[in-house]
């Protein structure tokens, strides 16, 4: 019987050592992180709000949109992957309906945070959160949807309130979340090296993650080394997926308005463009359903899997 993503999740973080996923947006990032090698990975509600509509990671996006992208992502890869539930999309009640749904669609885990709505990226000005009952509230209802589901789907809590309130703020709340059941905690926008090794402290038995924002995030980008001796489990790199690719395109536009197409080596070849997408891979399951005048037209060199 196969491993559900949930366990495949699970053992990887009971695995010795710190764990680095990258954030993906759609499902040719997903494949491109698994084919590099990743074990699993994160989707970015930021980089998905770009991705999908062209829009800031303000709350704009809706539940049902991020569940679409989530489901395309999902089947587009085997490695586990880790939903962006943002702040569960309401009260506790909404939470419950969030969680279920991420366990439907065949997610790992899935992290969700205390902001208000509207919602926003936690490295960008404003941040507000919810009183700590409320917070603490939406945790609980996460971990009672796991048990109403049963599924062993991976609850990631994250608290926003280092930058709404404070850096003792966000410990309590953290303490708090791991006390009603959360399997792993998140503080986001960390400050320095000492917030981030005071966070991995409390609650020893809970694995901590690291949102490593690039870029210019309020974060400092430790290397693995240094977050496995600060004492983190997992660590997210949400923006440079999407970083690179901005910056690919543009360059590549530069050149495509003065009739340059971008130069041998910052392109893939058309060969390696159909292998990474699945064309081969496809001809090869074609094959199998060949009728024979399939299998003619082959001989004759026009089989649908030899053509472009």
């Given at each position: 019987?196969?491993?559900?993503?949930?366990?495949?999740?699970?053992?990887?973080?009971?695995?010795?050592?710190?764990?680095?996923?990258?954030?993906?947006?759609?499902?040719?990032?997903?494949?491109?992180?698994?084919?590099?090698?990743?074990?699993?990975?994160?989707?970015?509600?930021?980089?998905?709000?770009?991705?999908?509509?062209?829009?800031?990671?303000?709350?704009?996006?809706?539940?049902?949109?991020?569940?679409?992208?989530?489901?395309?992502?999902?089947?587009?890869?085997?490695?586990?992957?880790?939903?962006?539930?943002?702040?569960?999309?309401?009260?506790?009640?909404?939470?419950?309906?969030?969680?279920?749904?991420?366990?439907?669609?065949?997610?790992?885990?899935?992290?969700?945070?205390?902001?208000?709505?509207?919602?926003?990226?936690?490295?960008?000005?404003?941040?507000?959160?919810?009183?700590?009952?409320?917070?603490?509230?939406?945790?609980?209802?996460?971990?009672?949807?796991?048990?109403?589901?049963?599924?062993?789907?991976?609850?990631?809590?994250?608290?926003?309130?280092?930058?709404?309130?404070?850096?003792?703020?966000?410990?309590?709340?953290?303490?708090?979340?791991?006390?009603?059941?959360?399997?792993?905690?998140?503080?986001?926008?960390?400050?320095?090296?000492?917030?981030?090794?005071?966070?991995?402290?409390?609650a020893p038995s809970v694995p901590k993650m690291a949102n490593?924002?690039?870029?210019?995030?309020?974060?400092?980008?430790?290397?693995?080394?240094?977050?496995?001796?600060?004492?983190?489990?997992?660590?997210?790199?949400?923006?440079?997926?999407?970083?690179?690719?901005?910056?690919?395109?543009?360059?590549?536009?530069?050149?495509?308005?003065?009739?340059?197409?971008?130069?041998?080596?910052?392109?893939?070849?058309?060969?390696?463009?159909?292998?990474?997408?699945?064309?081969?891979?496809?001809?090869?399951?074609?094959?199998?359903?060949?009728?024979?005048?399939?299998?003619?037209?082959?001989?004759?060199?026009?089989?649908?899997?030899?053509?472009?």
């Amino acid at each position: 019987m196969a491993e559900s993503p949930a366990k495949a999740l699970r053992r990887i973080l009971d695995s010795p050592g710190v764990h680095l996923g990258p954030a993906c947006f759609d499902a040719l990032s997903a494949k491109l992180v698994e084919r590099a090698g990743f074990d699993y990975c994160f989707t970015s509600g930021f980089s998905i709000s770009a991705a999908r509509l062209g829009l800031p990671d303000v709350g704009l996006i809706s539940f049902g949109e991020m569940m679409d992208q989530g489901r395309q992502i999902i089947q587009a890869v085997s490695i586990p992957i880790i939903a962006d539930g943002d702040n569960g999309y309401g009260n506790a009640m909404n939470v419950k309906r969030t969680v279920k749904d991420a366990i439907r669609a065949g997610y790992a885990g899935i992290f969700l945070e205390d902001q208000v709505s509207p919602k926003a990226c936690g490295h960008t000005r404003g941040r507000k959160v919810v009183p700590r009952d409320e917070a603490v509230m939406r945790i609980k209802a996460a971990i009672d949807a796991r048990k109403e589901s049963g599924c062993d789907i991976v609850i990631i809590a994250r608290t926003d309130s280092r930058q709404a309130i404070s850096f003792d703020e966000s410990l309590w709340r953290s303490q708090a979340f791991a006390d009603v059941g959360a399997d792993v905690l998140l503080i986001d926008a960390l400050a320095s090296r000492e917030e981030m090794k005071a966070f991995c402290e409390i609650a020893p038995s809970v694995p901590k993650m690291a949102n490593l924002l690039e870029g210019g995030g309020k974060t400092p980008i430790l290397n693995p080394t240094e977050l496995k001796d600060v004492g983190f489990k997992i660590a997210a790199y949400p923006l440079s997926l999407m970083g690179v690719s901005i910056r690919a395109m543009q360059n590549a536009l530069t050149g495509l308005k003065s009739g340059q197409i971008p130069s041998h080596g910052s392109i893939p070849t058309f060969e390696e463009i159909k292998e990474i997408v699945g064309f081969n891979t496809y001809y090869e399951e074609e094959k199998r359903y060949a009728t024979s005048t399939d299998k003619v037209s082959s001989q004759n060199g026009t089989f649908s899997s030899g053509k472009e």
